[in-house]
């Protein structure tokens, strides 16, 4: 079975600056996507970046980047200029390419200090 | 273009009482997906269907849950005889078929959040 792990349940970041969400799975297969998703105080599920497994390069979207080491299984969240609106939990997901359900890691609970 | 739409947001129940918690996917997305979200934890797998069908409920408890997505109309994700330890966060995700957009990306919803006193 897969799993997702985030070991890190707390993290802090000053306003504008960077910092980086650790993710790792275990699985046996070789195709598959992740994805990291942001859980405000509202409860909402928002899709903030995905990687396919099979592509070599690293997602990006505006200020949220990835560090994906497929051999080391490893999936990082880097927030660049980290602002206010940021302070949420982060969820890491997998999913197979034939699966049909996400595994989610256990969240990481980020707080940005003005 | 509405998102997926989840209703109640907010279900009171006593103990023993039936729960019917409904999601309206994404409109053109054919695939529903549950999951549950028990304090301070992350999200669990339940069920995932798709029209009248049920593909893998494999994360259903094997009693008092049961999921249907009917032809018409929204699915229902219906717990019976709720006890305390249902308290938590339903969340349900829709996705598009496999023939359209990219499928393996999972639209949520608001959540319910279910207390049962």
């Known amino acids: 079975a897969q799993t997702v792990t985030q070991s890190q349940p707390e993290m802090s970041v000053q306003e504008a600056e960077t910092v980086t969400l650790s993710c790792t799975y275990d699985t046996s297969e070789s195709d598959y996507y992740l994805f990291w998703y942001k859980q405000p105080p509202s409860r909402q599920m928002i899709l903030v970046i995905r990687q396919e497994a099979y592509k070599q390069q690293n997602a990006t979207e505006n200020r949220f980047s990835v560090n994906f080491q497929k051999a080391a299984k490893s999936f990082s969240l880097k927030i660049s200029d980290s602002q206010l609106g940021d302070a949420a939990m982060y969820f890491c997901a997998y999913r197979t390419n034939a699966g049909n359900m996400l595994t989610f890691g256990g969240g990481t609970r980020l707080m940005v200090k003005p | 273009n509405a998102g997926v739409m989840q209703n109640p947001r907010h279900l009171v129940r006593r103990r023993g009482q039936e729960a019917r918690l409904r999601c309206s996917p994404m409109k053109g997305h054919s695939h529903v997906y549950w999951y549950r979200q028990l304090p301070e934890e992350g999200l669990k797998f339940m069920v995932y269907l798709q029209k009248e069908n049920i593909i893998d409920e494999s994360g259903m408890p094997k009693e008092r849950f049961s999921a249907e997505f009917p032809k018409e109309g929204p699915s229902i994700l219906r717990i019976q005889q709720v006890v305390r330890g249902d308290s938590a966060a339903y969340f349900c995700?829709?996705?598009?078929?496999?023939?359209?957009?990219?499928?393996?990306?999972?639209?949520f919803g608001p959540g319910t959040r279910l207390t049962v006193t």
């Open positions: 995700a829709s996705s598009p078929g496999l023939a359209g957009g990219h499928a393996y990306e999972q639209y």
